[in-house]
């Protein structure tokens, strides 16, 4: 065991003259520890001891110990393993191999590769995975490291804005949740632009379910809508933009005056504002209000003819 400085007898002896190919366990080394092996026959011949030439030397290599796993980081589909490798135990680490269910299966690390962090890629969101990893070398794969709970997860997807209905100075969105790809959705945020304008304002009021309103906006004037998801990862992209215009029935218009002749009288009139939506015709009343005729033919003009 050290290049011929001493000599161990086999135990038992074997003289046996049919022997072709003997061989010797040798037990209680250190794995990874460069032995000089040497062996040599020994004769007996007026009772003394002749031996026979020395044998190679070899190095007897082991399994490389568990690597240390200093931290597993989820991402979107995705986890980092950051490590600090074990020793080698006598040949050097070639690849590390990677588990996801506790040590079942083993997958290596593809292209092969020995630094930190290692990647994997190809997950579910959402999906607890027990991870555990072990080095290879060229006496096969190692002692794995202890297993390690993670859930891949990123910001939520878009939500989808289904409708928009306008009101009297306020709109209402209609939505319906996209994924939260992992982690719970904790809260919507709705930002809204007059027109083609870049800046955009936050609606401040929290909100967690469908419908949302805003209100206190100018009828007539259109809005640009657009919603994202916030989860415990961050806020997720924003929705597609859908556009809304406040609006409610006009304002009343103002008599100017009136003139009657046979069976009929005129009255003039200034229309009162459209409050969003233009004003198509007039209705009116010959009893206080309690019943209405529309304008025939419609007109928007005045006066007013009623005959």
Do not use: C
């Amino acid at each position: 065991m050290d290049g011929g400085s001493t000599w161990i007898l086999r135990t038992p002896a074997s003289t046996n003259p049919n022997e072709t190919k003997t061989f010797v366990v040798i037990d209680g080394l250190v794995n990874g520890r460069q032995y000089a092996v040497a062996a040599r026959a020994v004769t007996t011949w007026g009772g003394v001891d002749h031996p026979g030439p020395v044998a190679t030397a070899f190095v007897i290599p082991g399994i490389p110990s568990s690597p240390v796993v200093s931290d597993v980081s989820p991402g979107n589909g995705s986890l980092s393993l950051h490590f600090s490798p074990g020793a080698d135990n006598g040949s050097a680490i070639t690849n590390y191999e990677y588990s996801l269910d506790r040590g079942l299966t083993w997958i290596a690390r593809t292209p092969a590769s020995t630094t930190s962090p290692l990647v994997v890629g190809g997950l579910i969101n959402g999906t607890t995975y027990q991870v555990r990893l072990r080095a290879v070398n060229a006496a096969g794969g190692g002692s794995a490291s202890a297993a390690i709970g993670v859930r891949p997860l990123s910001a939520p997807s878009a939500p989808t804005i289904d409708s928009v209905l306008p009101g009297n100075q306020h709109f209402s969105v209609n939505f319906s949740p996209g994924a939260n790809n992992g982690s719970a959705i904790i809260r919507y945020q709705l930002e809204y632009a007059v027109g083609n304008s870049s800046t955009w304002t936050i609606h401040t009021a929290p909100f967690t379910t469908s419908p949302v309103v805003v209100s206190g906006l100018i009828n007539g004037t259109t809005y640009k809508v657009r919603l994202r998801a916030v989860n415990a990862v961050g806020m997720g992209p924003v929705s597609s933009i859908a556009s809304v215009r406040p609006l409610s029935a006009p304002s009343a218009p103002t008599f100017g005056g009136y003139s009657v002749g046979d069976g009929l009288f005129s009255a003039n009139f200034s229309p009162g504002a459209d409050n969003g939506s233009a004003i198509t015709n007039y209705e009116y009343s010959l009893n206080d209000g309690l019943t209405w005729i529309a304008r025939t033919p419609a007109s928007t003009t005045s006066p007013l003819v009623v005959g």
